[in-house]
């Protein structure tokens, strides 16, 4: 039986005008060598009837019962994947056509790097170039990014992301216990297992809209925590001490964030947590005083 070069992993749960799309960008793609395996999450009707009429045999469908965790479903899409190659895409986003093609040509190149990721363009709902606020300055960073995965100083992206699947299986799939960051959790234990190759061209979009899942900062933050608790307790002594830093820093902004949602008690034990990690860095103190005012009560104003 003949396997396909790549398999295209796609979790979907409504989203029904970028779904399709997404798909539209895996058919267009001018390598034709691959299987797109869409794991639906439990959509409504519309969608799962749209998905029924999906007859093309390179298309698997999923169907899943809704569990609203990432991880879950795009494992049970890798479990029923055969291609050589996983290539991940998300349902609101995109791929350019040579995407395959090219990203897959520089990883034959460079054998020893059993995963590879590429520069995004970040896009609204429309298509059209999204704006970026804040944040960092994307760099092809290459070979071993296990620190700076970790440090956030390499910035990739779910649907720029290509990987061998047994790198992926040996990896253990995505952590279904870890409901946001799952990718960079990821990202970090392929780091761990092989060094990377980074393709500067912008050869997949990634689209920013309020329906984000990544748009729960809480949620988001929580996911730090965990991630860097979690990679802190299996990584050598200099890089524990970056997870204790980096967690350090996400326990403070997290505290304030459940003190904006009235949650004050959880706002002090998250300080707490941040102090028992961020004490000894003298970087830590000056924040650190600004978040503990914040979080202790006010003085009502003598009459």
């Not at 920013?208 to 050598?236: F, I, P």
């Amino acid at each position: 039986m003949a396997y396909p070069l790549a398999s295209v992993i796609l979790p979907a749960y409504n989203r029904l005008t970028h779904l399709r799309t997404a798909i539209a960008s895996v058919r267009a793609q001018t390598l034709t060598d691959w299987e797109l395996i869409i794991a639906d999450d439990g959509s409504d009707g519309e969608t799962r009837a749209f998905l029924r009429e999906l007859s093309e045999k390179r298309i698997r469908v999923l169907s899943l019962e809704h569990s609203g965790n990432p991880s879950v479903v795009r494992n049970a899409a890798i479990r029923a994947a055969s291609g050589k190659f996983l290539a991940f895409l998300d349902s609101d986003d995109l791929w350019l056509p040579h995407k395959l093609e090219r990203q897959l040509a520089l990883m034959r190149a460079t054998p020893a790097r059993r995963w590879s990721y590429t520069q995004v363009r970040r896009i609204d709902d429309e298509g059209n170039d999204a704006a970026s606020v804040g944040g960092r300055p994307w760099r092809a960073l290459d070979g071993d990014i296990v620190e700076p995965l970790l440090r956030l100083e390499a910035l990739i992206a779910t649907p720029a992301v290509i990987a061998e699947r047994e790198l992926v299986l040996d990896a253990g799939g995505f952590d279904e216990q870890q409901r946001f960051c799952e990718d960079y959790d990821l990202w970090v234990r392929l780091a761990m297992r092989s060094g990377v190759a980074a393709f500067t061209d912008q050869l997949s979009c990634v689209r920013v809209h309020l329906d984000n899942y990544s748009q729960d900062r809480v949620g988001a933050y929580e996911g730090w925590m965990r991630l860097y608790a979690k990679h802190g307790a299996s990584l050598d002594q200099r890089l524990r001490g970056i997870c204790r830093q980096r967690r350090a820093v996400c326990g403070l902004a997290l505290a304030t964030l459940y003190r904006r949602s009235g949650r004050t008690q959880l706002a002090l034990r998250t300080f707490a947590t941040s102090a028992a990690d961020g004490w000894v860095n003298v970087l830590w103190w000056p924040r650190a005083a600004r978040t503990l005012l914040g979080l202790l009560p006010t003085r009502p104003q003598a009459m």
